[in-house]
């Protein structure tokens, strides 16, 4: 027992969709009905990785919260905890059919907390000090030690839940009786399905329908089959077996009306109620219309074909804690009647445990983890569920040691112990251990804005599950490039790999990539100039898809990620950073054509995107250079009636025009040469793009270029201010002058198809990447035609 309450405590917390950072923060106060719990052993289940990875922050007015301001950063992670009461804070007001358990400090406990929680972010159990609901919790068996113990919590509220009542059967009567003794049940109410049944909700869901007097035909692995048995089913089924519903009707003799689904997905779904009997003959001969009754997690979809009428109750067990919720864009409402029952079934589950009635889900310690302590170990054992590594157990960490002195081992559903506030890094991100990741990469390195690239080793970001790393084949040089190499657009932040046009194959995948079945080891992959973002759903561009215009965006180098790691180009043998970021390169495009367009393509596309270019509309293109022959191309890849080349001088009118071995313009205007130009083509073009840089354009004549209503877009990026304006310039014919930053991660997909299918080949001159120093100067000369494409000296033997 802790004499003295610490100040701080170390957790694990969300910080953004796929990333979790280990942190101290003050103790959390206690309100009313609530204890401080320190763990000495918390369990890992499938939806403490997926709060990490998959679910979104609420986007919520302030108004709708009634218990407190909405939050998401910060929010603690997990659910199952085992651990020593420190401090309780009593109830007030009860209400409720149980009078509410009474805790002590110095009392073993165990329960869940609710992790991820928007509304309460000091909730769950990924702590080495806990806030729980006490009228919840449950004292620990004297037999029973704390990683048994651990395995149990959300499990007793899940199966309570769906056998009793979500279900509407009700608790059994007997099943609360004081004097239920192991086997004292008759087998009186028929045949239940309980789908998943080595899970760790199935495990007790069997047990508690034996007690309550079903007949309990139950799937899992082959390997699990033993387990299943121990636990008290009467029959056990693989759940891959492709007749596996039709063994479950010959067994349950064609009877079965009543399934439970622990697993829930739209297969098991269809299992489920593939394996129902038709209506039953009641004993006084008459059938029994009600319709087969499927309780399940979540909300899976079952098939529409079913031969007889199949009812589906599903159910959240975080309803049990009796106040509203965030979950999946909807504030759920506060349910007096569900918090009764997980008080009652909490009771009836504790005094089950201390007869010896009722067993925990297996565990089991992995003695090859011992060494890792404190949360790193938690992040071991979420990743190996990622995987589907864990399969009939459930991962534990376990604290052994002093108060704040703990090692935190890991055994198998996933029990985990808590380690000390001196253990852990502040703001230690989520590395996925698991991966041999290497530590440094190699590339060309800007020191300075007057020092030459220097190939030379660095260090990535850190390696989370939501990454991929890949090896470059290829990489464009950008305008940008030179800009942030001589601190053009502001102070670059040195030392700087360069290079955002990048393309590579796939070489290692974090678990929740691995997981989304995205991508695959070897696929040939792009990345452009941007590789970050908050992704947050309360963060209104990327709600909207348009994460290219979050306030947190981070560049694909010069920028630095949540962790406050750089982010470092694609001037070097590797790549690593987010793989939301990361885009399939199609068949049809070579890597040295694919790489300009990831940067330079979707800059000009996604303005021709928004602003409908396509047939019927003329555009103009501002700048024959990188940027501006790629517009052309896609302009006429987008069928545009009329496009025109706005250049300085003739000298690249021929590029531009020629049908044959040129970019393919209808028209060509240099605005050096040509007398009156602005006057003479006035009120010709729906759209311009202007893909310059230079802050001395006539900006004036351009807009006069555009017909009522025309939009003007500036993609090029100055170093210095854009001229002076008059305003009637806008004003007399309603015209939109407005700028676009790169391209969203859907303008990418978008555009790389379109070039798929139209064959938009960007003109590229490769050179190898260790001549990276001298096309840089030739890029700045002016002397390329129009993109230099970097190939990476294992690669350059090929050119």
Not at 463 to 492: K, M, N, Y
Request: hydrophobic letters at 40%; one cysteine or more; aromatic letters at 8%.
């Amino acid at each position: 027992m802790v004499s003295e309450i610490p100040l701080s405590r170390t957790a694990l917390v969300k910080v953004s969709p796929g990333q979790a950072v280990i942190t101290t923060q003050p103790m959390p106060a206690l309100r009313p009905g609530y204890m401080l719990v320190q763990t000495k052993a918390v369990a890992l289940n499938p939806a403490d990785w997926t709060d990490i990875d998959y679910i979104g922050p609420p986007d919520i007015p302030n108004e709708a919260v009634s218990l407190s301001q909405s939050r998401y950063e910060g929010c603690t992670i997990g659910l199952d905890y085992a651990g020593i009461v420190v401090k309780v804070e009593p109830f007030v007001n009860v209400t409720g059919k149980l009078k509410p358990r009474t805790f002590q400090p110095g009392d073993r406990v165990f329960g869940s907390s609710h992790g991820c929680n928007a509304f309460n972010i000091e909730h769950g159990a990924f702590a080495d000090y806990i806030v729980v609901k006490s009228d919840l919790q449950m004292h620990i068996p004297d037999h029973m030690n704390f990683e048994d113990a651990a395995s149990l919590g959300v499990g007793v509220l899940s199966a309570g839940m769906g056998l009793f009542h979500a279900s509407g059967q009700g608790i059994p009567s007997d099943l609360s009786s004081e004097a239920i003794v192991p086997g004292g049940k008759i087998n009186d109410k028929g045949w239940i399905l309980v789908y998943g049944g080595s899970t760790a909700t199935g495990s007790i869901a069997i047990q508690l329908a034996k007690l309550a007097g079903y007949k309990v035909v139950t799937t899992c692995s082959p390997r699990n089959f033993d387990l299943a048995q121990r636990l008290g089913a009467d029959a056990v089924f693989d759940y891959k077996s492709p007749n596996v519903s039709s063994l479950i009707s010959k067994a349950t003799s064609n009877t079965l009306r009543f399934a439970f689904d622990t697993v829930a997905t739209d297969p098991t779904a269809a299992i489920c109620a593939n394996s129902f009997a038709p209506p039953l003959k009641g004993d006084s001969g008459e059938v029994d219309m009600n319709p087969a009754l499927y309780v399940c997690l979540l909300y899976p979809q079952l098939p529409q074909n079913t031969p007889f009428a199949v009812e589906k109750r599903f159910f959240l067990g975080y309803s049990c804690w009796g106040y509203e919720y965030y979950f999946e864009g909807e504030i759920l409402p506060a349910s007096a009647a569900d918090h009764d029952f997980g008080v009652e079934i909490t009771h009836i589950v504790e005094r089950l445990l201390q007869k010896k009635v009722l067993k925990n889900h297996p565990v089991s310690v992995n003695e090859n983890d011992t060494q890792k302590g404190g949360l790193e170990g938690v992040l071991i054992g979420l990743d190996k569920l990622r995987k589907g590594e864990v399969s009939g157990r459930k991962r534990l960490s376990i604290r052994t040691g002093g108060p704040r002195q703990n090692q935190l081992l890991h055994t198998a559903t996933s029990i985990f112990s808590i380690l000390s506030a001196n253990s852990c890094n502040l703001f230690e991100p989520i590395l996925d251990k698991t991966l041999d990741m290497a530590n440094t990469f190699k590339g060309w390195v800007a020191h300075s804005a007057t020092s030459p690239l220097t190939f030379t080793t660095f260090q990535p970001k850190p390696f989370t599950p939501t990454d991929i790393e890949i090896a470059v084949s290829h990489c464009g040089i950008c305008g940008t490039d030179l800009h942030t190499l001589r601190s053009g657009w502001g102070q670059t932040d040195y030392p700087c790999v360069l290079g955002h046009e990048i393309i590579g194959s796939v070489i290692q995948m974090g678990s929740a990539v691995s997981h989304s079945s995205k991508f695959s080891l070897g696929d040939r992959v792009g990345i452009g100039a941007q590789s970050g973002a908050c992704l947050r759903a309360d963060c209104e561009a990327c709600a909207d898809g348009q994460e290219n215009y979050c306030s947190r965006i981070v560049g694909t180098y010069n920028g630095r990620y949540a962790d406050r790691s750089r982010s470092c180009g694609g001037y070097a043998t590797r790549w690593r950073g987010p793989a939301h970021f990361v885009f399939k390169i199609p068949d049809a495009l070579p890597s040295a054509a694919a790489a300009p367009l990831l940067c330079g393509g979707v800059t000009v596309f996604a303005p021709l995107r928004k602003y409908g270019a396509g047939p019927g509309k003329s555009v103009g293109i501002v700048g024959i250079g990188g940027l501006g022959h790629l517009g052309i191309l896609l302009a006429k890849a987008m069928r545009c009636s009329r496009v025109v080349a706005i250049s300085r001088t003739g000298k690249k009118r021929k590029d531009a025009l020629d049908e044959k071995t040129g970019l393919g313009a209808d028209s060509f205007i240099a605005t050096d040469e040509e007398d009156k130009w602005g006057r003479v083509h006035a009120r010709t073009l729906d759209l311009i793009i202007c893909t310059v840089d230079g802050y001395e354009m006539p900006l004036g004549q351009y807009l006069r270029l555009l017909k009522v209503g025309g939009t003007f877009v500036q993609v090029g990026a100055p170093e210095g201010p854009l001229p002076q304006l008059h305003a009637w310039s806008l004003i007399q014919k309603g015209i939109q002058l407005t700028g676009s930053n790169i391209g969203s991660p859907e303008d990418i997909r978008q555009m790389l198809q379109l070039a798929a299918e139209k064959r938009v080949l960007p003109w590229v001159e490769q050179r190898p990447m260790h001549d990276v120093n001298n096309a840089l100067a030739d890029m700045h000369a002016g002397k390329a035609r129009f993109r230099y494409v970097l190939v990476n000296d294992a690669d350059s033997a090929k050119l």
